[in-house]
């Protein structure tokens, strides 16, 4: 199964890659990479980790309820959870972050893969809110129907896969949250027709899984873990932004202070192009979409392109170096951790709920 999820999402990723290459010009492509600044990455990818020590700070409170952990503990987690995701398909690292943290803290897996599924749902949330803010300085209200015409993406297909998984999972998150028994009632129903042994194990699962959902009862922790959410994306938008400037992007996008505007566009929109079906690291859905966003809102083409995938890379590989660093020092593979992330191998104990069952299905 995973192998045939892997295959689709790799082919996936080669449509989108091919849309944004089939129309630009390569010399001129390969121009912008020759004179763009690469010194600006530094500071860049010092914005970005200080975006993943906000995503720390933001876990530990979603975490509270299950366990308090100190942020120092925290981030080699989330460090080897963000590399995993870069390096495997189907979104295995936050199988891979569930396991690393259940094994060292000694809590539930799926209870924090619950947690998890919190982090995703804000993040999309927050980004939609940033579009909405983002359309009082700039002209977005084309922007929809640009998108669709520059990526050849139904603006009906663009708006379901940006905005409606979020929407729809916020509710969810909540309904489960406040009203478990109802939801697990149905969930029950809904595994009733399996062999009886796997649906006492997924329902068991559930349950777990629900107990991540803690935080959603305190409306406080809710605002907090929110406001938290928002410098998480701010820091990477001011990647973006400085990215942008070793690019020279700022003389095509109306001066710096527009450039803002826009750089906030292209993070939202490309970090939510990453929910459509792609191979590791969103790759293919966060090139296109961060390319068409930049040309519909004036940008050059091949300019936009070399920056897409400059932004990326610097966005992929410091953090994957790390969490492999943090693997390392702990004398443990990344193969390790999916395999015991998908069940096999794994030992009974504290901990120890295993995710297999999803994982086999």
């Known amino acids: 199964m995973l192998d045939r999820r892997f295959w689709l999402g790799l082919i996936a990723s080669a449509s989108f890659i091919a849309l944004l290459l089939w129309r630009i010009d390569f010399q001129d492509t390969i121009e912008a990479f020759w004179k763009a600044n690469y010194l600006w990455l530094l500071p860049a990818v010092a914005f970005y ?3 993943l020590y906000f995503r720390t ?13 100190p942020t120092g503990r925290l981030f080699p987690v ?9 390096l495997l398909p189907v979104r295995l690292g936050e199988l891979v972050r569930s396991y690393y943290f259940g094994q060292r803290e000694g809590v539930s897996k799926t209870a924090t893969l619950g947690t998890i599924a919190i982090e995703r749902v804000l993040d999309g949330v927050v980004l939609l809110a940033f579009l909405a803010g983002v359309s009082l300085a700039l002209p977005l209200l084309g922007l929809v129907g640009g998108l ?19 929407l729809v999972g916020m509710s969810i998150l909540v309904l489960a949250a406040y009203k478990p028994r109802a939801l697990l009632s149905l969930f029950a129903l809904a595994v009733k027709p399996l062999p009886k042994g ?3 194990k997924l329902n068991e699962l559930a349950a777990l ?6 935080v959603l009862r305190d409306p406080r922790r ?7 959410t928002v410098p998480v994306w701010l820091g990477e938008g001011v990647m973006y932004y ?3 400037w070793s690019f020279g992007l700022q003389d095509s996008l109306g001066g710096a202070g527009t450039m803002v505007w826009v750089m906030l566009a292209v993070t939202a929109t490309s970090n939510l192009a990453t929910a459509l079906p792609s191979s590791q690291g969103g790759i293919g859905p966060f090139e296109l979409f961060a390319t068409a966003t930049l040309v519909v809102l004036g940008a050059p083409r091949e300019q936009a392109t070399a920056y897409a995938v400059v932004l990326h890379v610097a966005l992929l590989v410091p953090v994957t170096l790390l969490g492999l660093a943090y693997l390392w020092a702990g004398k443990q593979s990344l193969v390790q951790m999916v395999r015991l992330g998908a069940g096999k191998g794994a030992n009974p104990g504290r901990g120890d709920d295993s995710l297999a069952v999803e994982e086999a299905r």
């Open 49 to 51: 980790f200080v975006a």
């Open 57 to 69: 700070l933001r876990w530990g409170v979603v975490l509270r309820p299950l366990k308090d952990v």
């Open 78 to 86: 989330m460090a080897v959870g963000y590399m995993a995701n870069n």
């Open 148 to 166: 669709a015409t520059d990526t050849r993406i139904a603006a009906g297909v663009i708006v379901l896969v940006g905005a409606a998984p979020f």
């Open 198 to 200: 796997l649906a006492l």
């Open 209 to 214: 899984f629900f107990t991540g959902l803690a």
């Open 222 to 228: 809710v605002l907090l873990v929110t406001l938290l």
């Open 242 to 244: 400085i990215v942008a």
